[in-house]
């Protein structure tokens, strides 16, 4: 099993619609939890953090924590052409920093 | 405040050669990660870095080693390079305390041809 599992997608949805994001963990002592956008050709850039359960809204992005289910999850509303990009999820697996990534989920906003 | 800093930003190396790539961090962060990313692989990581230590280590073969200096910058090295280091290296810069986020230089793109 992999340390942080994502959906590969592509997801497409249309502009203005809500973009649903999923994640799972499989290290059950994780406690923070990170979504990374990466346009193509350029570097990871943090948009979501969240280390509690619960949901963390920050403008048009929410970011969800189940830790008993493992689960996060970014919702992106009132989505954006600009918004096109692969969303990764990360987790950091101890408190030294070790961070370990999904393989990503490409997003698609169409006009 | 400046951000995370690599060099050089694209390199062509051959078959059997040695790299060098460098990471300057945020200041104040004491932590680098390096990380190698290919289309097929996705992010994958290398090893990480804090107070001149290697604290962390993926599952990469030895030709691939880092080490850090008193000022946190990082530099990795890959030796005998093979046609499928070919890769997008990126550098991550954080506290190194704590469960904190980390952020990301611009990357440096690796061809070996």
């Known amino acids: 099993q992999k340390e942080v599992e994502q959906n590969s997608g592509p997801l497409s949805v249309p502009e203005g619609a809500i973009a649903s994001l999923n994640c799972t963990y499989s290290?059950?002592?994780?406690?923070?939890f990170f979504w990374y956008r990466q346009y193509s050709g350029k570097s990871p850039e943090l948009i979501m953090f969240?280390?509690?359960?619960g949901d963390k809204e920050d403008g048009r992005f929410t970011a969800q924590l189940n830790k008993a289910s493992q689960y996060v999850s970014l919702l992106i509303r009132d989505s954006q052409p600009s918004d096109s990009a692969t969303y990764l999820c990360a987790v950091n697996i101890n408190r030294d920093n070790d961070m370990r990534f999904g393989a990503g989920t490409r997003l698609t906003v169409k006009p | 405040k400046a951000g995370v800093t690599q060099t050089p930003r694209y390199l062509i190396k051959t078959r059997g050669q040695q790299v060098t790539l460098s990471c300057s961090p945020i200041s104040g962060h004491r932590s680098v990660s390096w990380y190698q990313q290919t289309p097929g692989q996705g992010l994958q990581f290398l090893f990480e870095y804090f107070s001149e230590t290697q604290r962390n280590k993926g599952n990469f073969p030895g030709r691939f080693s880092g080490r850090q200096f008193s000022n946190s910058r990082s530099e990795m090295n890959v030796s005998t390079l093979e046609l499928g280091d070919s890769a997008l290296y990126l550098c991550a810069s954080s506290t190194g305390t704590g469960w904190t986020e980390a952020f990301f230089g611009q990357g440096t793109r690796l061809t070996v041809v």
């Open positions: 969240i280390y509690s359960n």
């Open positions: 290290d059950r002592g994780s406690q923070s």
